[in-house]
């Protein structure tokens, strides 16, 4: 069964529909299985091949384009009826044929040979060639950019869509506690990953977490890089290892990071926690409705500033609903030039990642703004984790 | 470290070349995930954003090109020198600023402004803004599709390409073995989705597994779609569920898909995985080199044919290197109009699926052309396995 009411499915698409008004389009072509998951709630590991949802003013359900073996997939995660989906044989997945040609079909035998079209051109899964097949099988249409037109409409939450993302952040610190505390000294990097994974995924007695997207947690010589996994290689004494999690329940995700130290850490690191510590603190007192994010990130860099940290990349975006290879929505980020204003219920990643080439250090939140502030949705203390020998 | 010698990465480059220069193209861009692991190594999970490698005919190394904070996940799992390495910052993020301008940029540098340049056309992660970008950025080249042409020279496998794969499939039935034992009446769905991950990651005493492609799993009345995860209902008596796993050694994959039944099969069920597993092994005993794709898919047809059954979608496909969202290679299938002739050490995901509206069966192997046969990486027996009660 869908994760949300009917009702809710329904609203998305009112408001999808009022955005496309604003920009005269006669339908709405929607590839980002995110996106695809909130206007529906489709739930498949299909997006390896060419499928989407189709919006038009006149209807109040999306229209699902697929690969026939997949339709037994919308049934099971959304409330289309059939005369909602349409599958095509695998055919169309050899080239030169093409699946957006199936889909072009589809438009017309709504009338849009000559509509204005949206597509999402910088989408995940969007390529190239679905661009230009669908371009030439309907030649009188505008095929128009409607990037992130859908992504910008889930920035803030609705309550069930906190309440799972709390759950979210709850098998989160389970999965981070877990980690922890299976590493030692000979303890191999895997088997401390495995934990983590059984953990995020078995979840809590009370509720499961879905296949989450890639946990990343280099140790030793690699915590320089933010997005590198495991090796079988034993955890040492002495040596630094970087944690970003993030459990799963149903899509939406509560990444949280902490770095943790066997032994006892080196002058230098636990400096470097400090100065990330206050700079943290700062941004998170900062978070209210009616400050800008970029507000939120000058108040960060201006504290850390002060110890002579300089850190170049985004302090973090904003968060929701994830399928590999991202769980950021793609539209806000914590950084300069970025003035959107902060409401309650949008929720971010705060994630405070120093790549230093002598070592990294990660700490992050999700958190949620409030009606005065922020709530954190970890309850995870907020410092280096230090295991002693 | 790379998980091949530099000599392999060079050879791969030299072929990519060889073919570049029958398409007369200047330089090759390179973003699929799983070519850019082939050509260079790399192995960063950093593909949410524009990145890819330069192939161009006068460099026999690859050069990199992505956001600055993956750099160093370049220099972790390449041989990349530094000067075959170029980062953008953090403001190529934002539209209507684009990584591809960057890009541009690069290419400019080594005299491509009026060349031909290849592109991947139809692959993950290269959207239809890359495409628009890069090409009014180069006014003056030529942008050609190349779309797969990596994707073919991976077809065959080396010697220690083989090794990995073996590998792996020691992982998957490990995974599968652990899994099937956990299954019981009342055992939570999730619960044995963590024991599965558990054991793929964690791997064995000798080497661990790194993170694997969406694991599927449904149970009961879900069976009859392949792509759908899990959930905490638990296992009931009366109940099949269906298991595709694929354990990932070095990125490689060789997935594994069995069918389990608690209790007592219905008597449709058993005649069912009977047929499909006659049509198993006169697909498998057909595989050898010279055979082509399309005549082992008719033996398949034939067999199962003579018991009135019918499936609609492809038997397999190449399979090697995988990222998500997907572990197939997107050029061999094993479907009709497919002639490409078998050769020693190409290697195939057959996938026999019957997602029937009354329930699915599912059993797949993962082999091995041989120099007179083939050679399946799993060992555990081809057939519905039955959980007494």
Not at 290 to 317: D, F, M, N, P, Q
Not at 344 to 369: C, K, Q
Request: aromatic share 8%; hydrophobic share 40%.
């Amino acid at each position: 069964m869908p994760s949300f009411e009917h009702q809710e499915f329904r609203d998305r698409v009112a408001r999808t529909q009022a955005r496309m008004a604003e920009s005269n389009l006669d339908a709405l072509w929607v590839t980002s299985p995110p996106n695809m998951n909130y206007l529906s709630g489709y739930d498949g590991w299909s997006f390896y091949v060419h499928q989407g949802l189709l919006i038009v003013p006149s209807r109040p359900e999306p229209i699902w384009v697929g690969r026939r073996i997949d339709v037994a997939c919308v049934r099971h995660t959304t409330y289309l009826t059939d005369d909602h989906i349409h599958g095509y044989a695998d055919a169309y997945l050899v080239p030169p044929a093409h699946a957006m040609t199936f889909v072009a079909d589809v438009m017309k035998s709504l009338g849009l040979a000559k509509g204005r079209i949206g597509v999402e051109m910088d989408t995940h899964y969007f390529t190239a060639r679905a661009f230009t097949t669908l371009a030439a099988a309907l030649p009188d249409a505008t095929i128009v950019d409607a990037d992130r037109l859908v992504n910008w409409l889930r920035l803030i939450k609705s309550p069930r869509e906190i309440e799972y993302m709390i759950e979210a952040g709850r098998l989160t610190d389970a999965a981070m506690t877990a980690g922890i505390n299976a590493i030692a000294p000979g303890v191999r990097h895997c088997d401390v990953a495995g934990v983590v994974y059984q953990k995020l995924i078995s979840g809590s007695p009370d509720y499961y977490g879905d296949i989450p997207d890639y946990q990343t947690m280099p140790k030793g010589a690699r915590t320089d890089a933010p997005h590198l996994s495991w090796t079988a290689e034993p955890y040492r004494l002495g040596e630094a290892c970087t944690l970003e999690l993030g459990a799963n329940r149903f899509r939406y995700n509560a990444p949280l990071a902490r770095t943790v130290f066997l032994g006892k850490p080196p002058a230098k690191l636990i400096s470097l926690a400090q100065v990330v510590g206050e700079g943290l603190q700062s941004a998170l007192a900062a978070v209210r409705p009616g400050t800008t994010c970029e507000e939120v990130e000058a108040i960060w860099r201006a504290t850390v500033g002060r110890s002579g940290l300089v850190k170049e990349s985004r302090i973090g975006y904003s968060v929701g609903i994830g399928y590999p290879p991202d769980w950021g929505e793609r539209t806000v980020s914590l950084m300069p030039g970025d003035q959107t204003v902060l409401a309650p219920n949008m929720t971010f990643h705060l994630m405070l990642g120093i790549w230093a080439a002598d070592g990294g250090y990660e700490i992050s939140e999700t958190l949620r703004v409030t009606e005065r502030g922020h709530a954190c949705l970890s309850t995870l203390p907020r410092e280096l984790v230090v295991l002693d020998a």
